[in-house]
């Protein structure tokens, strides 16, 4: 006479305690939600520059000037206080960085101007999750929206803050110092700020544009990327 067991034994158990929970890591990492979470913050970050930058147009269209913030940051940038109506009835609301709870910084141009003509609104970006995030030089980890006059210099310069981005850039070529770039990233290393290309002194030597090597070409040459 055959008996029958009730139940499953603790093999059994362990067995399909072990292929769940490897599916439930499998699962995990296809969703990653960590991931979706920072791709939600991005996309609202996108559409919250949107906002501002259809507030800000609107604005220009009735008073000829974007709107001077009545509030700076450390760094003498316009900002504002979060959920500010500065811009009622053009933006309800002033919306702030989803996670950072922080406002969006807003760079204008001329930036001490009682009547601004431009202006850049920049936001820190999750660069791992955005191809776009280091599009612009000097300001990694960022997206921005701009007026429609806003040169790249005064982009880059906003968000940066560097003295030393130059809008005209020059490079040594074939023995003279021409421009290789204006208002924009040169396309060839090394570049200058100086329409001299910054001359070296070595020792007694000064080593510019028309040095050359000792197989004729040119030591300061600007070479393409």
């Given at each position: 006479m055959s008996s029958h067991k009730n139940g499953y034994t603790l093999v059994e158990i362990l067995v399909v305690t072990t292929i769940l929970v490897v599916l439930g890591i499998l699962l995990l990492i296809g969703i990653?939600?960590?991931?979706?979470?920072?791709?939600?913050?991005?996309?609202?970050?996108?559409?919250?520059?949107?906002?501002?930058?259809?507030?800000?147009?609107?604005?220009?269209?009735?008073?000829?000037?974007?709107?001077?913030?009545?509030?700076?940051?450390?760094?003498?940038?316009?900002?504002?206080?979060?959920?500010?109506?500065?811009?009622?009835p053009y933006l309800d609301s002033m919306p702030c960085d989803p996670n950072s709870k922080k406002p969006y910084t807003i760079y204008l141009v001329p930036a001490v101007s009682v009547c601004p003509q431009n202006f850049a609104a920049y936001a820190k970006i999750s660069s791992y999750y955005d191809p776009n995030a280091n599009d612009i030089a000097k300001c990694p980890d960022t997206i921005e929206v701009h007026s429609p006059n806003m040169t790249n210099f005064d982009t880059i310069y906003g968000c940066s803050g560097q003295v030393e981005v130059c809008p005209i850039h020059y490079g040594c070529k074939k023995g003279a110092c021409v421009v290789v770039a204006d208002d924009r990233i040169p396309s060839c290393s090394p570049s200058f700020c100086d329409s001299k290309c910054s001359p070296i002194k070595i020792g007694?030597?000064?080593?510019?544009?028309?040095?050359?090597?000792?197989?004729?070409?040119?030591?300061?040459?600007c070479i393409e990327f």
């Amino acid at each position: 006479m055959s008996s029958h067991k009730n139940g499953y034994t603790l093999v059994e158990i362990l067995v399909v305690t072990t292929i769940l929970v490897v599916l439930g890591i499998l699962l995990l990492i296809g969703i990653n939600p960590m991931a979706q979470i920072y791709k939600g913050y991005d996309a609202r970050r996108k559409a919250d520059l949107q906002k501002i930058k259809t507030a800000l147009e609107n604005y220009y269209s009735d008073h000829e000037c974007y709107p001077v913030f009545p509030i700076t940051d450390s760094a003498g940038l316009p900002s504002y206080t979060c959920e500010s109506d500065f811009l009622r009835p053009y933006l309800d609301s002033m919306p702030c960085d989803p996670n950072s709870k922080k406002p969006y910084t807003i760079y204008l141009v001329p930036a001490v101007s009682v009547c601004p003509q431009n202006f850049a609104a920049y936001a820190k970006i999750s660069s791992y999750y955005d191809p776009n995030a280091n599009d612009i030089a000097k300001c990694p980890d960022t997206i921005e929206v701009h007026s429609p006059n806003m040169t790249n210099f005064d982009t880059i310069y906003g968000c940066s803050g560097q003295v030393e981005v130059c809008p005209i850039h020059y490079g040594c070529k074939k023995g003279a110092c021409v421009v290789v770039a204006d208002d924009r990233i040169p396309s060839c290393s090394p570049s200058f700020c100086d329409s001299k290309c910054s001359p070296i002194k070595i020792g007694t030597k000064t080593i510019d544009c028309t040095s050359k090597k000792a197989d004729g070409s040119y030591t300061r040459e600007c070479i393409e990327f």
